[in-house]
């Protein structure tokens, strides 16, 4: 069945530095794929989708690019903000990731 | 604003007890959802329904029932709760297919089992 793995967490870094937080995935079709954020205390929300191979999602400085050949989805940003933590979870449509816990020290 | 709702945001349970977790959208979707959130196992599937009456089986449903009387609300129900269903449950609704539609959730329902 279809399966999501992440990087394993928790991940700290400084203000300003470069986040990388790496999605495989393993699927049967032509899924869609997302990025989830948990601020402390909340649900879940969207971060960023993308529904095709190539497709690039963007939103708040963070982006990730569909990539077919290496079935990946990674998460990337190039300045983090101590804003940005939280917990971030890879999808694919209804199958999670385990989620990665980013902290960002000032 | 749209929204999920989730009627308690924490409940402590004795072991055996029944406890009815209940969520509410207001978008209209047709599609609603129950996952539990578990440090290092991240969200998984407990039951869904596509529609009113109707439910579908996920990943974890063993323990859990569900029901679907109007379309808005979705509860899931533990028939007799136990420690090991101590977690983070949270509700999610969508319209349309699920494919590429983003779910929208709740803030959650802490429950801890004694």
């Known amino acids: 069945g279809d399966s999501v793995t992440q990087m394993e967490g928790p991940v700290t870094l400084s203000e300003e530095a470069f986040l990388t937080i790496n999605c495989t995935y393993t699927a049967t079709g032509y899924p869609s794929l997302f990025w989830y954020v948990q601020y402390p205390g909340e649900g879940l929300q969207l971060l960023l989708k993308a529904t095709k191979a190539d497709d690039k999602g963007s939103n708040k400085g963070f982006e990730a690019t569909y990539r077919k050949e290496t079935t990946s989805f990674h998460l990337e940003k190039g300045s983090v903000q101590v804003s940005d933590s939280a917990v971030y979870f890879c999808a694919l449509e209804l199958t999670f990731g385990q989620g990665t816990i980013l902290t960002v020290h000032p | 604003d749209v929204k999920v709702t989730q009627s308690s945001r924490y409940l402590v349970k004795r072991t055996g007890e029944k406890v009815f977790l209940e969520c509410v959208q207001d978008m209209d979707h047709e599609n609603m959802f129950w996952y539990r959130q578990d440090p290092g196992l991240g969200l998984r599937l407990i039951y869904f329904?596509?529609?009113?009456?109707?439910?579908e089986k996920g990943d974890i449903p063993e323990g859990y029932s569900v029901s679907r009387e109007k379309k808005e609300r979705f509860s899931l129900i533990l028939e007799s709760a136990s420690t090991n269903q101590t977690s983070m449950y949270l509700c999610?609704?969508?319209?349309?297919?699920?494919?590429?539609?983003?779910?929208?959730f709740g803030a959650g329902s802490r429950l801890t089992v004694l």
């Open positions: 329904s596509y529609d009113v009456k109707m439910k």
């Open positions: 999610a609704s969508t319209s349309g297919g699920a494919g590429a539609n983003v779910l929208t």
